[in-house]
């Protein structure tokens, strides 16, 4: 159609899926299982490959595809707990607890790395670094305030650009500096999902795709599970379902964990395929770009360095990949107007989940373990918490992980779906960018 944003042979599929679409496996449901595992992301995954490493049996179930949710969805940023250690901590958590939790979140990088080269997993990955532009000159000084913090807890260097050089990292006038961070990487996150499911079943583990877990209860030693094909018992459970730990319609596992998350809808378009020489020019070093706004952008090269993959939270209402991609546009072509007569030819979407304190988890309620909670930043974290996950449960842990067993907090009357609440509290954030904006 004329004038339309989409270009001839437009999907609404992920980009990633052309090159690394999640596999269906088939297989059955057995009636046992050493341990089981509820969710085929990249925790679930990791915890896997975990436990077999130690003389474990797992088996992993999900309900659709291994890996078909937010770990083939995402944008492929490989962070280094950058989000959890800016955070506010210390209030909560004191000084010592506060760097403890930040060191935690940090070791998720250099283990998300060892992984990827133990397990020969091919995924374009590259340690790239990140730049973090600022919205406005008051979130400059506050990355600056941070910066030497967040370098001191990563063990790698951060800097601070300011405008009047930020295109040494930005192929763009929009923001108003900000901070270069050596902690961060790129991958592709379709081919990781792959590779970590493949290396979880050369260990011995049992991927089991298209099987829903309705229920967990307690039967003597160990755990019932029903499913949507049948039951299953396990002596021990893990559920790492993250951003779909609810369905509307199918209700939870296990919905004390699906009322302490806040799952939320993120969207990636991504462009036509442009000159290796345009690539270059909007991302010097090809770093990986996340910005500082409530309602953020992020955004990269492909890893073939041909098109341009933006991502955010183009809508908080329930709207489809295609309906979201204008909204997504219009932001890629404010921050780079030379896009603007570029045609997109992907558009998608997935579910991340918060937390009401911004932290990740791992735990156990009642017996059931649990790992969940990446803050939108879970390609590193979410490897580290599955591990740590499984070191628990196999009672192999070496000391103790400070996002272990912390208060989890929820909300009066929150049963897991924010859908009504959502719109409200986004559109805010929305205006408190563009107010922040006009005053700056």
């Not at 509820?38 to 995954?45: E, F, H, I, Q």
């Amino acid at each position: 159609m004329a004038g339309s944003i989409f270009a001839a042979g437009f999907q609404s599929r992920p980009w990633w899926w052309e090159a690394a679409e999640p596999a269906a496996r088939g297989h059955d449901l057995p009636g046992t299982a050493d341990v089981a595992i509820v969710g085929g992301g990249y925790a679930g995954l990791s915890a896997a490959l975990t436990l077999r490493r130690l003389g474990h049996t797992p088996v992993v179930l999900d309900a659709e595809r291994i890996g078909w949710g937010a770990s083939s969805r995402n944008g492929g940023m490989v962070s280094g707990g950058l989000k959890v250690a800016s955070g506010a901590l210390e209030q909560t958590h004191g000084r010592e607890g506060a760097r403890r939790i930040a060191d935690a979140a940090a070791a998720s990088f250099p283990f998300i790395e060892e992984t990827i080269a133990r397990e020969g997993i091919d995924c374009d990955y590259v340690r790239c670094g990140r730049f973090v532009p600022a919205w406005t000159p008051k979130h400059y000084a506050a990355l600056e305030a941070k910066a030497g913090f967040l370098a001191e807890i990563t063990g790698l260097p951060t800097a601070m650009l300011p405008r009047a050089r930020q295109r040494e990292a930005l192929g763009s006038d929009l923001y108003h500096g900000g901070m270069t961070a050596a902690a961060s990487g790129s991958l592709h996150p379709g081919k990781y999902a792959r590779g970590l499911a493949a290396a979880a079943e050369r260990a011995g583990a049992a991927l089991v795709d298209g099987v829903r877990v309705q229920r967990i209860a307690r039967e003597g030693d160990g755990f019932r599970l029903v499913t949507d094909r049948g039951e299953i018992r396990a002596r021990a459970v893990l559920v790492a379902t993250n951003g779909y730990s609810l369905d509307k319609e199918k209700g939870a596992a296990m919905p004390w964990l699906a009322r302490r998350l806040v799952p939320l809808a993120s969207y990636i378009i991504a462009t036509e395929e442009l000159p290796e020489q345009t690539i270059d020019r909007l991302f010097p070093g090809r770093r990986m770009i996340s910005d500082t706004k409530r309602v953020l952008n992020y955004f990269r090269p492909s890893p073939d360095g041909t098109r341009v993959l933006w991502g955010g939270r183009a809508s908080f209402r329930t709207v489809s990949a295609e309906q979201a991609a204008p909204a997504l546009r219009a932001a890629m072509v404010e921050c780079f107007p030379e896009l603007a007569p570029v045609k997109i030819t992907h558009a998608w979407t997935g579910n991340v989940a918060f937390t009401f304190d911004y932290l990740p988890h791992i735990g156990v309620q009642e017996g059931i373990h649990y790992a969940a909670g990446c803050q939108g930043s879970g390609v590193a974290m979410a490897t580290w918490l599955g591990h740590q996950a499984a070191l628990k449960m196999a009672g192999a842990s070496n000391e103790a992980f400070a996002l272990d067993g912390l208060h989890f907090p929820t909300r009066p009357f929150y049963r897991g779906d924010p859908s009504l609440v959502l719109p409200v509290i986004g559109e805010w954030y929305r205006l408190r960018d563009r107010l922040d904006r006009m005053a700056a």
